[in-house]
């Protein structure tokens, strides 16, 4: 079962983004759409499922510089709202949420890291994904802790990860 669905997900910067959907459609480029509208295009028609047991604190998403990585995370937790597209975690429709259930969501079932700049560098990868958790009181910080003490190697490969591929993590400072 996905905990988490993307359908179709897409974003336009611009005042116009039918326009852009059209060029789109008719295969245009991001650049050509940009030329020939002044629509940039974020995300475009991107579809994913997260199954349970592939995640359980940290999602990444990798790609190239300017491929859309942080459009879609924040697409993904609505710190911008989508063009177009459907968003569902666990059983909720986020791309469908008022303010106030969107609040509600943010509070109880997401969080972001904003990249690197933003992590306490005397904690763990585990323990700075969970620090909303813990500001919060949250109960499931404890699941959390148990998780990162159930693999020894969990920090230790982040961190492997993290100096191995340095020109992909400067990459991800927007």
């Known amino acids: 079962m996905a905990k988490i669905m993307v359908e179709n997900l897409s ?3 611009g005042n116009n983004p039918d326009k852009a959907f059209a060029l789109l459609e008719e295969g245009y480029t991001k ?7 002044g629509q940039a295009v974020g995300v475009y028609n991107a579809s994913f499922t997260v199954d349970k047991g592939e995640i359980f604190v940290i999602m990444v998403i990798m790609g190239l510089s300017g491929s859309g990585k942080s459009t879609v995370i924040r697409c993904l937790n609505r710190l911008i709202d989508p063009t177009r597209g459907k968003i569902v975690i666990g ?8 303010a106030d259930e969107l609040r509600e969501f943010r509070r109880h079932k997401q969080s972001m890291v904003f990249q690197r700049f933003a992590l306490f560098p005397h904690r763990t990868v585990v323990e700075n994904a969970a620090f909303g958790l813990e500001i919060w009181g949250d109960d499931e910080i404890g699941a959390v802790m148990e998780m990162n003490a159930e693999d020894p190697d969990y920090e230790g490969n982040a961190r492997t990860w993290v100096e191995n591929n340095q020109d992909i993590v400067e990459n991800w400072i927007p």
């Open 91 to 98: 059983d909720q429709e986020v791309s469908a949420m008022d």
């Open 11 to 13: 974003k336009i910067f």
């Open 31 to 37: 650049d050509e759409v940009m030329e020939k509208t």
